[in-house]
């Protein structure tokens, strides 16, 4: 098959690449549509150490599902458009993360293009039935693409209690810092966006999200009289954690969704004196994104910087790279595979 690898020598397109062996328990995936995530360009500068198909965010169909010998295979999902979560935890007995429910943080789990699972730059993908979730049929599959991302934002609404009387600021005007943005705005609290590019800052402000450039963050607290209750730390840069700690109030609480290759030498005094909150957040709950896409309480399309066939792969890493774009999508194939004439 097809695939987009990340190799020691850089990233390649294969055209020959070894199609994954479904095993028990599992789907074989045809994908449809993936998209590039700041992750996939933070591994290709080294985070992770990761080799191998990349990407993780995607939507696809189900081609088979393998269930072991004697058990009835959840035959419904086979022809059915899906999206995945990207932990393939262990669930053993003896696992105490899994035991706990958590297994995002099973320290035996393999993570869709990130580790030791080959991922969705590729024709097909494999991953546990437990993780697909159906997508409805009024969501587009370039709107199912943004399900894992925006997934990782409502999980700040499952770790902190956001009130309608909190202010919060979203630090970073890129792809996660607008899905941020129109999450907490969900919640009805006041949020405010921190960024460098007046063009991303409209998008938010087009969603009622008061903007501001980086440049203009004194002025901002000055009209606030006050630092704020929350800042969300979506840069990517290593210096993001330490602007947030000096927006946030005493008590206050930072919530960190950026990953980034870079190492950090940061001053903690300031997180002990303030007695400020770190959390750190990651991956989240799947059906609260879908019924947002569903219900258009949230609005991914106008993030969409570039289209891309997997066969321009490389053309579409290099344009993701660049500031100041948004989500590049690769279609890999159509929903249905083209019939032979008669």
């Known amino acids: 098959m097809r695939a987009l690898v990340y190799r020691e020598t850089g990233l390649v397109l294969d055209n020959h690449y070894p199609q994954p062996e479904l095993v028990n328990g599992e789907a074989l995936i045809r994908v449809l549509l993936a998209g590039i995530c700041n992750t996939d360009l933070e591994i290709t500068r080294g985070y992770l150490d990761f080799h191998g198909v990349l990407g993780h965010e995607f939507v696809g169909i189900v081609e088979a599902v393998h269930e072991g010998s004697g058990a009835s295979p959840p035959t419904y999902l086979v022809g059915k458009r899906v999206v995945g979560e990207i932990n393939a935890a262990c669930h053993r007995s003896d696992c105490v993360y899994c035991q706990q429910n958590m297994p995002t943080h099973c320290p035996n789990r393999?993570?869709?293009?990130?580790?030791?699972?080959?991922?969705?730059f590729a024709e097909y993908l494999t991953l546990p039935v437990a993780n697909l979730h159906l997508v409805p049929e009024n969501v587009s599959d370039e709107e199912a693409v943004f399900v894992e991302p925006l997934a990782a934002n409502f999980e700040m609404l499952e770790q902190v209690h956001v009130r309608p009387t909190?202010?919060?600021?979203?630090?970073?005007?890129?792809?996660?810092?607008?899905?941020?943005?129109?999450?907490l705005s969900l919640a009805g609290c006041e949020v405010?966006?921190?960024g460098k590019h007046p063009e991303k800052l409209a998008l938010v402000e087009q969603r009622g999200v008061t903007a501001c450039l980086l440049d203009d963050v004194e002025h901002l607290l000055k009209?606030?009289?006050?630092?704020?209750?929350?800042?969300v730390e979506c840069t990517g840069a290593a210096q993001g954690l330490e602007l947030a700690l000096q927006l946030?109030?005493?008590?206050?609480?930072?919530?960190?969704?950026?990953?980034?290759?870079?190492?950090?030498?940061?001053?903690?005094?300031?997180?002990?004196?303030?007695?400020?909150?770190?959390?750190?957040?990651?991956?989240?709950?799947?059906?609260?994104?879908?019924?947002?896409?569903?219900?258009?309480?949230?609005?991914?399309?106008?993030?969409?910087s570039a289209r891309y066939t997997l066969?321009?792969?490389?053309?579409?890493?290099?344009?993701?790279?660049?500031?100041?774009?948004?989500k590049v999508l690769v279609r890999?194939?159509?929903?249905q595979p083209a019939l032979a004439k008669a």
């Open 110 to 120: 393999t993570t869709l293009g990130i580790v030791n699972r080959d991922g969705a």
């Open 166 to 183: 909190d202010s919060v600021i979203v630090l970073g005007d890129g792809k996660m810092g607008q899905l941020a943005a129109q999450v």
């Open 192 to 194: 405010m966006m921190i």
């Open 223 to 231: 009209k606030a009289g006050r630092r704020v209750d929350m800042v």
């Open 248 to 304: 946030t109030r005493p008590r206050g609480t930072v919530i960190l969704k950026s990953t980034v290759a870079d190492k950090s030498a940061l001053h903690l005094a300031p997180i002990v004196i303030d007695e400020i909150r770190v959390q750190g957040s990651r991956c989240g709950p799947f059906a609260p994104a879908l019924r947002a896409l569903s219900q258009r309480t949230i609005d991914v399309r106008p993030l969409i």
């Open 311 to 326: 066969d321009e792969g490389l053309d579409a890493y290099k344009y993701a790279g660049q500031k100041g774009v948004l």
């Open 332 to 335: 890999v194939a159509e929903k």
